[in-house]
């Protein structure tokens, strides 16, 4: 029936696949799996467009220089005319950096900082809220349009 001892060994094995740590039974709540709260949702609804509007104006001409470096590189550009990938994310990377900056001392209504998260593939930013310390750097590669991480299985919660 087993051909080696090595499947004998591991169908003797015990196996976990859980959360390590999560006792059985218990549930997580929806604010540790990160969704965001009825509270923050209406509001970031509501002011999301202003947000955002306001901090593209006050990044729009470090953004425009940081664009014009962008093209004169000769391989900003490609064959048929359009923008390299590796020009646009450089482009979302950094316009996610500064329009975060612009709106750092801004907080939802239960406290977590909004931050732009750069899109991938496509031109521009996802607007997200983040708790107090979130290393941001994990995101680096951007997000899709349907809020999965670039190279991680796991979705955002788009705002």
Do not use: C
Not at 79 to 103: D, F, P
């Amino acid at each position: 029936m087993f051909k080696n001892d090595k499947e004998v060994s591991a169908l003797s094995e015990l196996k976990h696949h859980g959360i390590i740590g999560q006792k059985w039974g218990i549930r997580r709540t929806p604010e540790q799996l990160g969704n965001l709260s009825k509270k923050d949702s209406k509001w970031i609804a509501k002011k999301s467009d202003k947000i955002t509007a306001q901090a593209e104006k006050k990044t729009s001409r470090e953004l425009n220089k940081y664009a014009d470096e962008l093209m004169k590189n000769p391989n900003a550009v490609t064959k048929s005319g359009k923008l390299s990938a590796a020009t646009i994310t450089a482009y979302n990377r950094r316009k996610a950096e500064l329009m975060s900056q612009s709106v750092s001392s801004l907080r939802s209504p239960s406290g977590k900082v909004i931050q732009f998260v750069a899109k991938r593939g496509e031109m521009g930013v996802m607007i997200a809220l983040a708790d107090e310390g979130y290393n941001m750097a994990q995101l680096k590669n951007g997000v899709w349009s349907s809020g999965r991480v670039a190279y991680k299985k796991t979705v955002l919660d788009k705002a």
